[in-house]
């Protein structure tokens, strides 16, 4: 949302934007990954987007969760709404593709949370785009996102990260080939400091760090598109049916003030209304 409210602006496309940081998150301890049953899952996240189409009435959502993307066709509302509605997996696999065949010797790790890389969404899509299965590594990072919420730049969070890469590149062979780091998780690449630094203390050099968010922002502004006025007016929001604690959105608020001041002043007063959805 901060990167497609800096080049919104500046683009010119439209006069005024309104983006609405709707956060899908149903309860204080434990998102959907502590969920059970995938259809608790579909069923949860169906219910957070027909909260979000009631109160936002939006032109457009995008969902900029890598979790509930690969949800998203299976939910009733994505069957039945008129709304484009847009996931964030095409953008990531196509990122990943692109630097595949660009780079014929590497091969791709995907870091993700425990349902994406279940889900299996990417490497399916990779593989079905004539990459072949054995280019593609997968490593689910448990608790990840929550570590880098609340802390991006270092400690326990650094910890972790270094763990998952160790995890990932324990059977490749020696010497390794050129690697590719997918980011399938939106928070990942807050940390993306603390990924380089982890394959470089592992040997590995020259490691492409890909993270799909800015592919998504492309999405909203086509190249072809024309420019019509001088400035752009963006108005930012962020509505959570939940709290959020101030550590994490002073923590995330501080990275986002470097790229759309508008939508970090928008999370430091996040509007909590229990009845969301």
Same mark, same amino acid.
């Given at each position: 949302?901060?990167?497609?409210?800096?080049?919104?602006?500046?683009?010119?496309?439209?006069?005024?934007?309104?983006?609405?940081?709707?956060?899908?998150?149903?309860?204080?301890?434990?998102?959907?990954?502590?969920?059970?049953?995938?259809?608790?899952?579909?069923?949860?996240?169906?219910?957070?987007?027909?909260?979000?189409?009631?109160?936002?009435?939006?032109?457009?959502?995008?969902?900029?969760?890598?979790?509930?993307?690969?949800?998203?066709?299976?939910?009733?509302?994505?069957?039945?709404?008129?709304?484009?509605?847009?996931?964030?997996?095409?953008?990531?696999?196509?990122?990943?593709?692109?630097?595949?065949?660009?780079?014929?010797?590497?091969?791709?790790?995907?870091?993700?949370?425990?349902?994406?890389?279940?889900?299996? $969404?990417? !490497?399916?899509?990779?593989?079905? %785009?004539?990459?072949? =299965?054995? +280019?593609?590594?997968?490593? &689910?990072?448990? #608790?990840?996102?929550?570590?880098?919420?609340?802390?991006?730049?270092?400690?326990?969070?650094?910890?972790?990260?270094?763990?998952?890469?160790?995890?990932?590149?324990?059977?490749?062979?020696?010497?390794?080939?050129?690697?590719?780091?997918?980011?399938?998780?939106?928070?990942?690449?807050?940390?993306?400091?603390?990924?380089?630094?982890?394959?470089?203390?592992?040997?590995?050099?020259?490691?492409?760090?890909?993270?799909?968010?800015?592919?998504?922002?492309?999405?909203?502004?086509?190249?072809?598109?024309?420019?019509?006025?001088?400035?752009?007016?963006? $108005?930012? !929001?962020?509505?959570?049916?939940? %709290?959020?604690?101030? =550590?994490? +959105?002073?923590?995330?608020? &501080?990275?986002? #003030?470097?790229?759309?001041?508008?939508?970090?002043?928008?999370?430091?007063?996040?509007?909590?209304?229990?009845?969301?959805?």
């Amino acid at each position: 949302m901060a990167e497609a409210a800096a080049r919104l602006e500046k683009a010119g496309i439209h006069k005024d934007v309104e983006l609405v940081f709707f956060n899908a998150l149903f309860a204080e301890e434990g998102g959907y990954n502590s969920l059970q049953t995938r259809e608790e899952k579909i069923k949860t996240f169906d219910a957070a987007l027909r909260g979000l189409e009631k109160a936002v009435q939006p032109d457009l959502i995008l969902v900029a969760c890598n979790t509930l993307s690969v949800l998203l066709p299976d939910t009733p509302f994505a069957r039945e709404t008129h709304i484009t509605v847009q996931g964030i997996v095409g953008s990531g696999v196509d990122l990943f593709w692109k630097a595949l065949v660009e780079n014929p010797e590497a091969k791709l790790i995907l870091f993700g949370t425990e349902t994406t890389i279940a889900e299996d $969404s990417h !490497r399916k899509a990779l593989v079905e %785009a004539g990459i072949p =299965a054995d +280019r593609i590594i997968a490593q &689910a990072c448990p #608790e990840l996102q929550a570590y880098i919420e609340t802390d991006w730049r270092d400690g326990d969070t650094g910890l972790l990260i270094s763990a998952y890469v160790d995890e990932a590149t324990a059977g490749l062979p020696q010497p390794a080939p050129l690697l590719l780091a997918g980011l399938v998780c939106t928070h990942y690449g807050y940390a993306a400091d603390l990924w380089a630094g982890a394959f470089a203390e592992k040997g590995f050099t020259g490691v492409k760090i890909l993270d799909p968010n800015g592919e998504m922002a492309d999405w909203l502004i086509p190249k072809s598109a024309e420019r019509r006025y001088e400035k752009t007016a963006i $108005s930012a !929001r962020v509505l959570s049916k939940v %709290a959020i604690p101030s =550590a994490k +959105r002073e923590s995330l608020a &501080a990275w986002l #003030e470097r790229v759309s001041p508008a939508v970090a002043a928008a999370l430091r007063s996040a509007e909590i209304n229990p009845s969301l959805f």
